[in-house]
């Protein structure tokens, strides 16, 4: 597509249940990241992916985060019994290789956990 | 310490005004170096790199001191579209090669 989309663009889940949240990345961008963005925070780092692999996991907050991508394309990030702390906006990007640093943010996903 | 640290802000100017805007980073490996632009409620965009020598994008001047761990965004001739956060970016380098680390951010408002 044209540019990074994100979906859905906003979710109210109850405390406890499971969230997944959608990827699309410029095709051909083998570059992926996930970030995200508490209110009146900085961006926080997730997770990267090079193609399929995730080499750097260590933005994780917790085991109940996780993440992954599928043929080298769309990625989903999932959180297990969500907790009101993971309200946020979680942001995706993508590059066209890791080599290359401009990123392309897609509008994220605005999680609210009541 | 925080790996990447600018001044909150906020900056209140004059359309016309020149603005400028510290950041310093603490991981000496950091290899590439960025400034970028968030509207309220929008995702981040890319305004320029920044590179060792200094440069130049029309209006936004950008400049890196390596052995200081310092990176500056001078804005001449403010405009009202330039009110926004802007984010001083850097590469974590070594086995986090890849990942961006943003800054908090530094709030710019251009009033009339």
């Known amino acids: 597509g044209a540019g990074v989309s994100q979906s859905p663009s906003n979710k109210v889940t109850e405390k406890g249940k499971d969230v997944e949240l959608r990827c699309d990345p410029i095709s051909g961008h083998t570059a992926l990241y996930w970030y995200r963005q508490s209110l009146g925070q900085g961006l926080e780092f997730l997770i990267y992916f090079q193609g399929n692999s995730a080499p750097d996991k260590s933005g994780l907050p917790s085991d109940r985060f996780s993440a992954e991508r599928t043929g080298g394309s769309v990625s989903t990030l999932t959180i297990q019994r969500t907790q009101q702390e993971d309200s946020a906006v979680y942001l995706c990007a993508s590059s066209p290789s890791l080599q290359t640093y401009g990123y392309t943010f897609g509008s994220g996903t605005r999680l609210t956990v009541v | 310490r925080k790996e990447v640290e600018q001044d909150p802000g906020p900056f209140n100017v004059p359309e016309g005004a020149t603005v400028a805007f510290n950041c310093t980073y603490s991981n000496s490996a950091s290899q590439s170096f960025f400034w970028y632009r968030q509207d309220c409620r929008k995702e981040p965009k890319l305004l320029m790199s920044?590179?060792?020598s200094g440069n130049e994008d029309g209006r936004f001047t950008a400049q890196l001191n390596r052995a200081s761990q310092y990176i500056s965004l001078l804005i001449r001739d403010s405009k009202l579209s330039d009110s926004a956060t802007y984010l001083c970016v850097v590469n974590s380098g070594g086995t986090s090669y890849g990942k961006l680390t943003f800054g908090q951010g530094t709030i710019l408002t251009v009033h009339p």
């Open positions: 920044v590179y060792s």
